[in-house]
């Protein structure tokens, strides 16, 4: 019995050290699978350690750029002679076909009153107006009764009494000088739809181009976009633009205007208006406020009423409508180039009795150019410069 209890004791005593040794074991390769770099998921990965003395290099963030404001970059608007010369291109390609539709009538080997009937629909058509198709066709008749009508006589004959309709004596020149040491003072009028805002932003480019200093009023507040519209044009070329809230009164924003014009110092102010409805008698009241507020501080040198070219006759009843609201100084014919009816240069003359003083030729931001009647009657005719 004695014999059975030792055997089972040293049997005991061996299964113990056998346990311990394997559990040593497994322990012992677990850290030489460490040092070995073999993976174990549960301990966190070591950074390998730098060697002593090398130098240790690092990526640092790149500093961020200061944020300042910055200068922008001022356009130079285009000089006036750039603009004729595009004046000429663009009507030449544009408008000359009534005219030379002229010339070949008037070269007709007999010229008879059927013929004489078809200038008269050919300048109506044209817009030029009865009146002074009337009083064309008569001094084209003495003329070429007695001159004959050769097409170099008839070229000659039509371009002189072209001319003269057209009136070269008509001072076509912007009053934009400064007074009594007050800037000029330009107001732009016309219905909605004419693009007057853009030719604000346009005639702002001309006298800037002219060396002369500008500050634009934003009276066209009943227009979200319009403010904005002017001020975007001002900054391209350095000119500052007074504005207020949306629904301001368009006689307060336009007084202030001129204030800062007077306290600025600057040659120029031209204030944008409201576009106006021909037939409500209200709005057009307001716009004889907008002139009577500005005169409280300075004279008002020019009231430019804008045009659309295309419209026709439609634009001979706008400009009687503004000729008794304000005292219309001069004519902005828009979109010409896009009209082959530039006879409304002569219709709108005749019935206010002032001049076209600019014309717009385009789209682009220098295509506002003086109005030459000598160029624009040449363009009529595909004559050469």
Excluded: H
Excluded at 33 to 52: F, K, N, Y
Excluded at 102 to 131: F, H, K, N, P
Excluded at 208 to 230: I, M, N, P, Y
Aim: glycine letters at 12%; hydrophobic letters at 45%.
């Amino acid at each position: 019995m004695e014999l059975i209890s030792l055997v089972v004791a040293i049997a005991v005593l061996g299964l113990v050290f056998t346990v311990g040794l394997v559990r040593r074991s497994g322990a012992r390769r677990g850290r030489l699978d460490e040092r070995r770099g073999g993976t174990d998921v549960l301990a966190p990965p070591r950074e390998a350690p730098t060697p002593t003395g090398a130098p240790v290099t690092t990526t640092p963030e790149a500093p961020a750029e200061p944020r300042g404001p910055t200068t922008p970059t001022l356009e130079r608007p285009e000089d006036a002679a750039g603009r004729l010369v595009r004046l000429r291109r663009r009507l030449a390609g544009s408008q000359s076909a009534w005219g030379r539709g002229l010339l070949a009538l008037l070269s007709r080997e007999r010229v008879d009153e059927d013929t004489w009937e078809e200038i008269e629909d050919l300048l109506i058509g044209a817009d030029v107006g009865v009146g002074p198709t009337q009083e064309l066709v008569e001094r084209l008749r003495a003329r070429v009764r007695v001159e004959g009508n050769t097409t170099t006589d008839v070229t000659a004959v039509l371009r002189e009494e072209m001319l003269a309709l057209v009136d070269p004596s008509m001072d076509r020149t912007l009053a934009v000088e400064r007074r009594d040491g007050k800037p000029a003072v330009v107001m732009m009028v016309g219905v909605n739809g004419t693009g007057k805002t853009t030719t604000v932003g346009k005639l702002a480019r001309v006298l800037v181009a002219e060396d002369k200093t500008v500050v634009l009023g934003a009276a066209d507040t009943f227009r979200a976009a319009a403010a904005e519209q002017l001020s975007t044009w001002g900054e391209r070329v350095g000119v500052r633009t007074v504005r207020g809230p949306e629904g301001t009164d368009p006689a307060s924003v336009a007084f202030d205007s001129v204030r800062t014009g007077m306290e600025d110092g600057v040659d120029v102010v031209v204030v944008d208006t409201a576009g106006r409805l021909q037939n409500k008698a209200g709005l057009m009241d307001e716009l004889g406020k907008v002139k009577r507020v500005i005169e409280k501080q300075a004279a008002v040198d020019e009231v430019l009423l804008v045009l659309d070219a295309t419209t026709g006759q439609n634009g001979m009843i706008q400009a009687r409508v503004f000729r008794e609201a304000v005292n219309v100084t001069g004519i902005v014919l828009t979109k010409l180039d896009g009209s082959a009816k530039g006879g409304i240069v002569v219709a709108v003359q005749r019935e206010l009795g002032v001049p076209v003083k600019l014309v717009g030729l385009g789209e682009g931001a220098d295509d506002l150019a003086p109005f030459d009647p000598g160029a624009f009657v040449d363009a009529l005719l595909g004559l050469d410069a």
